[in-house]
Structures are given as C-alpha cells and as structure tokens.
C-alpha cells in the first residue's frame, strides 16, 4: 500500500521564527490540502494545491505541490501564538475521491 | 452561512450498545465523507456518500458500521454492538458536487465517542 511521512512530528519554535513541515510519499497524488486542527475541534482546511509545482499562499502561509507529484511542503512565516495547534497533510488520488491524511505535525509557538 | 454540523459532541455508551453519529453536510453539499481519528494519530477515512448513495465504503469496518444518507435529513454512521476500540473522534466532511476542480472537503467539528 502506499506510504505517506510527514514531518517532523513536533515542533517548538519561538514566535516570530518561520516554520517548515512536509510530506512525502511513495506514491503520486493529483491534489495535496493542508489542514489544521486545534483541539477539540475538526480539521480546518489552509490550503489546496492541484497542479504540479503550483505554489500557493494564504497570509503567511505557503505551501507547494512537488514536481514528481509525491511529496508537499507548507510554511509559516512570522509565527505567532495562535499558530499552535496540530497540521495535516491530506493528499488525494482522484476529484471527489477521500484524503489520506499524514500523521500530524504538532506545532507549539513560545511568547 | 451554517458550516458541517455533527452531533452529539460526545456520546458515551457501554459496550454492546449501539451508536448512531448524525451529519448535516454544508447548504448545498451533496457529497458527505467520514473519517475516523484515533488519539496522537491522523484521519482515517471511512465512507463516502452521495444522496442516498454509498460512493466508498473501502475503510469501513464490514461488521458492526454501516452508514446512510437519505434523500432528506443528515447522514447517519451507525455502529452496532460497541466495543471500546470504537472509542475515538468521529469526523463528517461534507463537499460540493464536481464542477471541473477537486471538491474541496468541509470538516464538522467531530463527535467523540467513548465506550465503557
């Protein structure tokens, strides 16, 4: 079956630092969604990639579609306190089709 | 504009019973998917549902859970005979119908499930 790795598992940054989190996987995706989800609460989507090497923003956000289509990665910039909180990668095979999610990357921001 | 709306919030039952988990999908959402979250891990999916129509049933369980979604009212996961490794964060997302993109899924605010 196909294998999806996202990375690192936590982070612990101090606010204002920049972040960097990924996925990779063993097999090919035509879309990549990040999500956040805090706790208690269901995931909510950041941004949706649906090309190849497409590079998107929201805000400080920025997250890119890899060329070979198996792997993503999302940034954050200028981190703030409001930014912690657990971040998914979902990638999906077909349109309509269900996400696979990656692991999590738990990220904490210190004042 | 309403967003995914599941309930309950949190359902507690022993085992043996059984547990009926609601989802009223997005105003205009046609197209409603479940997944499944156990504690320190990702989702899992579960199903997919068109109106009155199971799409996806690959990660369901084939004994014990089934799910519906009518023509009229929310989509219902329905799991027989509890045992506790049911407990866990039952998610509803719900999307739009194609219209030449991906359709982008709308998670609710999940409903927790913990079995005595």
């Known amino acids: 079956g196909q294998q999806l790795n996202q990375s690192p598992q936590s982070m612990f940054i101090q606010e204002g630092e920049d972040v960097s989190m990924n996925c990779t996987s063993s097999s090919i995706f035509n879309t990549w969604l990040w999500y956040k989800q805090d706790p208690g609460e269901g995931p909510v989507l950041l941004i949706a990639?649906?090309?190849?090497?497409e590079l998107t923003s929201n805000g400080r956000l920025t997250a890119q579609f890899g060329i070979t289509r198996k792997d993503s990665f999302l940034n954050i910039s200028a981190s703030i306190p409001s930014d912690v909180g657990i971040y998914f990668c979902a990638p999906a095979y077909n349109q309509g089709g269900k996400l696979i999610f990656g692991q999590g990357t738990e990220l904490s921001v210190k004042p | 504009n309403a967003g995914v709306m599941q309930n309950p919030r949190h359902l507690v039952r022993r085992r043996g019973q059984e547990a009926r988990l609601r989802c009223s999908p997005m105003?205009?959402?046609?197209?409603v998917y479940w997944y499944r979250q156990l504690p320190e891990e990702g989702l899992k999916f579960m199903v997919y549902l068109q109106k009155e129509n199971i799409i996806d049933e690959s990660g369901m369980p084939k004994e014990r859970f089934s799910a519906e979604f009518p023509k009229e009212g929310p989509s219902i996961l329905r799991i027989q005979q509890v045992v506790r490794g049911d407990s866990a964060a039952y998610f509803c997302a719900s999307s739009p119908p194609v219209q030449g993109g991906l359709e982008t899924q709308y998670f609710g605010p999940g409903t927790r499930l913990l079995v005595l």
């Open positions: 990639l649906y090309k190849a090497g």
């Open positions: 105003k205009g959402h046609s197209h």
